[in-house]
Nanobody, 123 residues
């Protein structure tokens, strides 16, 4: 069974930085596209950054140039470096699979979601 544990969130002033981590057991980051999602109260969970199984990053327009997604496949760990944070980045951040294909079969996020890590950007 897949387990995902996010950490690294906190309270930061606008313009500040945070580095989120996602540690997985039961998930192989090198064979699936993985992503970072965020959710604010009353809204759906949105994908903000993803990395293909081959290691190519993709970003939502709202975070491109400020966020960087990386991974350490040996540790089954994924990171999100967030720089120049803005108040609108305030959200609960989760990691999970992104959409992709494997062996001709489409997949999406696992049903299991971790607890997430809260990021609050405020002065």
């Amino acid at each position: 069974q897949v387990q995902l544990v996010e950490s690294g969130g906190g309270l930061v002033q606008p313009g500040g930085s945070l580095r989120l981590s996602c540690v997985s057991s039961g998930a192989n980051f090198s064979i699936y596209a993985m992503g970072w999602y965020r959710q604010t109260p009353g809204n759906e969970r949105d994908l903000v950054a993803a990395m293909t199984s081959g290691g190519w990053p993709h970003y939502a327009n709202s975070v491109r140039g400020r966020f960087t997604i990386t991974r350490d496949t040996a540790k089954n760990t994924m990171y999100l470096q967030m720089n120049n944070l803005k108040p609108e980045d305030t959200a609960l951040y989760y990691c999970n699979r992104a959409d992709g294909y494997r062996s001709g079969t489409r997949y999406g996020p696992w049903d299991y979601w971790g607890q997430g890590t809260q990021v609050t950007v405020s002065s």
